[in-house]
């Protein structure tokens, strides 16, 4: 079977991330720390992985992206990124990794486990989740516009996603308990597991110092 994978890291519109407002204690340079370094995070668990395709889509020019040696893809701010993903052409029997660029807590170790469960011999979604059921990546071995406009539709809602799918003959693996920071309780929470030496496994280095320095600016918060 064709082992071909290719991994979209999805970055978010800021404008609209703005509106919501749910980081709204941390200033506008302090969000821009905290999500480049979720990026550059996400980028250094799959660097090692040569045999992967690596692609950027974003609405816009990132500071984090212009060193990368990734493909990068524009999409309009009016659609949204699986829109753009359903106007290219997709690869016979190519697996494809989803990543929301503000997910953290997976490592090389995931990566090669979602490569293996895509090697399902049938149609395949690998999900995985935080604890409340908020999406932070897909992995599947099939895609077809019907997929896509339910993962659209979901609106990165597991719930809504497994709904959708379980209506069609597909298998799904679920992997849970990884971080997606949008609000200021995720960021609390990001604290506390990159206090604990098990983050290692995901974190380390220059990224993790940076996080650490950005913590100290909201100790009082954090307490």
Do not use: W
């Amino acid at each position: 079977m064709n082992n071909n994978t290719s991994i979209y890291f999805l970055i978010s519109d800021s404008e609209q991330d703005n509106k919501k407002n749910h980081l709204s204690k941390l200033t506008e340079e302090h969000k821009k720390i905290l999500n480049s370094n979720l990026l550059k995070n996400a980028f250094e668990q799959v660097n090692n992985f040569d045999q992967i395709k690596k692609y950027i889509l974003t609405p816009e020019q990132h500071e984090t992206i212009k060193n990368s040696n990734y493909a990068v893809i524009y999409y309009n701010k009016e659609k949204s990124v699986f829109e753009k993903i359903i106007e290219m052409q997709p690869e016979e029997n190519e697996k494809y990794i989803f990543i929301n660029s503000n997910v953290i807590g997976f490592s090389k170790d995931v990566i090669k486990r979602i490569k293996d469960l895509l090697l399902y011999d049938g149609e395949a979604i690998v999900i995985g989740k935080t604890i409340d059921n908020r999406i932070c990546f897909i992995g599947t071995n099939f895609i077809d516009t019907t997929l896509l406009n339910h993962i659209v539709a979901s609106n990165n809602n597991y719930d809504k996603l497994l709904s959708r799918i379980k209506r069609d003959n597909v298998f799904y693996f679920i992997l849970n308990n990884f971080l997606k920071i949008e609000t200021l309780k995720d960021f609390k929470e990001l604290y506390a597991v990159l206090s604990d030496k098990k983050s290692e496994n995901f974190c380390t280095g220059e990224i993790h110092e940076s996080f650490t320095n950005l913590f100290i600016e909201y100790k009082e918060l954090l307490q």
